[in-house]
Each structure stands twice: as structure tokens, then as C-alpha cells.
């Protein structure tokens, strides 16, 4: 049969307003495999069809499992905050959204993309970001962000910046490294309930936020497409290969940050 990767909104109603609009991603009943439902960790799993799409044959599966976190990068970055041609792109948090984040915005059209990290990140994430041939990497240990972003765009500031890390200093630091009537793509989740932010600042620069949930249907194609022409290197970002009764140790190991993604091979 065909490869094929499937998308996740599995149980939307199709009814409600939101479906009917296009967004089953957020309508009220969807269950993720996973989440609310049973999960994707078997050797087999049935999907419904229309949540299906064809992959190239050129595309290996370890790429093909990848789509779906390239897809919300691609949603998010791409369709909603939407790179324009030239843009100066600072994505904050070099995690495995992040770092195809930075591959989304610079085969999207940016015109240089910086990434920007901490000493915790130095060992593995910032690395990686460079073998990916991010324009500017960047440890906050060692550089201060916001002189270098003033630096590289003649004191103007980020046209986008893309906030992966969903750590309330660097949501912070996004309206500082962003220029006037600039543009903040929200991605990171923060686990809390609410943070400290810095609302009249982001008010006098005269920003656009746009925050975001999952993937659209059009950005699957649109992420299978980049991988597929190398645009997004998907397999990089994959740096565990195990059984599937390896997963609590995988699991840990991703935890203490020694790893990026994991595919588990039944």
C-alpha cells in the first residue's frame, strides 16, 4: 500500500462551528492518539482516511515521523505569523520545535534566522543548530541576544520572533528582540496557569501575537513537501532509534535533555 503519515485530530465532531470552518484541530471533542484515547504505540494503528496523507516515496519513514511536529512549525510560522521574504527571524528555544521552526522560516523565505539558547542547551541543541546551518546561534551565556540582534538589523529589531521555549524570561525577551510593528509567533506552552508579561511594552511597540494550537490541514502537505525537497531536515533532529520496550529509558534520557527525538520501532 501507500506510505502515509496521518494527521492527529482523530474524534472531531465535524458539526460545530469550528469544524465546519476548517479547525478540527481545536474543535471540543477531538482526542488525540494518546490523549484522551489510545495511543500510537503498537505496531498497528487504524486512523480515519480523511485524516490521511500520501508520502513520497523519496521520504523515509523516520522523516514521515517527523511531519507532524514539522507541520505545527509550518502552521504556526508559515500560515499564521507568515515569514515574509527578507524577514530577520529569531526563534527562541533550540528544542526540537525550535529547531524546525528555524529550518520553516529560512525555507520559508527569511532572510537570516537566529536561535537563540542557554548553557543548558550547549552540550546537544545549539550544536545541532549549527550543523543545520542556522544563520546565528546563540548561547545567552556567552552573548547578549539583544545587542546582536540590534547589531545584525541596524538597530531595528527582529521582524519575527518565534518563542519555543515557553520559559516566561525568554516570552519576555521576545518583545524586547522584536521591532516595532513587528510580529511574535507563540508556540512554547508554560505549564503554568499564568506568568508576569510585559504588556505595555508589547502595546507601545504596536506588535502582532499570534498564539497557536496543532496543524492545519494544508500545513501537512506544505511539511511533507519542505522534507521532501530538503528544506527541513527532519531526520536530524532524531537522535534516539529504539524498541518499543525501551521507551521509560528513552523517555529519561529525553527528560535530562541527552537526546531530541525519539522513534520508537515496534
Not at 136 to 153: G, S
Not at 155 to 173: F, H, K, M, T, W
Not at 215 to 226: H, L, N, V
Amino acid at each position: 500500500g501507500d506510505h502515509a503519515v496521518a494527521e492527529p485530530h482523530t474524534l472531531a465532531c465535524q458539526k460545530c462551528w469550528l469544524c465546519r470552518q476548517g479547525h478540527v484541530q481545536i474543535c471540543a471533542d477531538k482526542r488525540s492518539p494518546g490523549w484522551g484515547i489510545d495511543g500510537a504505540f503498537a505496531k498497528y494503528v487504524v486512523m480515519d482516511s480523511r485524516l490521511l496523507h500520501r508520502l513520497p516515496d523519496s521520504v523515509s519513514f523516520d522523516a514521515g515521523a517527523l511531519v507532524e511536529p514539522t507541520a505545527n512549525t509550518v502552521h504556526d510560522v508559515g500560515e499564521r505569523a507568515r515569514v515574509e521574504p527578507e524577514d530577520f527571524v529569531v526563534v527562541l528555544g533550540p528544542g526540537p520545535i525550535g529547531l524546525l521552526a528555524a529550518q520553516v522560516a529560512k525555507g520559508s523565505g527569511a532572510r537570516e534566522v537566529m536561535i537563540i539558547g542557554t548553557p543548558a542547551d550547549a552540550a546537544l541543541r545549539l550544536p545541532t543548530a549549527e550543523k543545520l546551518g542556522i544563520d546565528h546561534v546563540v548561547n545567552l551565556a556567552e552573548v547578549n541576544a539583544q545587542e546582536r540582534v540590534m547589531e545584525l538589523t541596524g538597530g531595528r529589531g527582529a521582524d519575527l520572533v518565534v518563542e519555543c521555549s515557553g520559559a516566561a524570561p525568554a516570552i519576555n525577551s521576545a518583545i524586547q528582540l522584536v521591532r516595532k510593528k513587528g510580529r511574535v509567533c507563540v508556540i512554547g506552552m508554560t505549564g503554568k496557569e499564568k506568568i508576569e508579561f510585559t504588556w505595555d511594552a508589547a502595546i507601545f511597540k504596536g506588535i502582532d501575537m499570534f498564539f497557536n494550537i496543532s496543524t492545519s490541514y494544508s500545513s501537512w502537505d506544505r511539511a511533507i513537501s519542505m522534507i521532501e525537497k530538503g528544506k527541513v531536515n527532519a531526520e536530524a533532529i532524531v537522535t534516539h532509534r529504539e524498541p518499543l520496550e525501551n521507551w521509560e529509558a528513552t523517555f529519561d534520557a529525553l527528560e535530562r535533555q541527552e537526546g531530541l527525538k525519539a522513534l520508537f520501532i515496534p
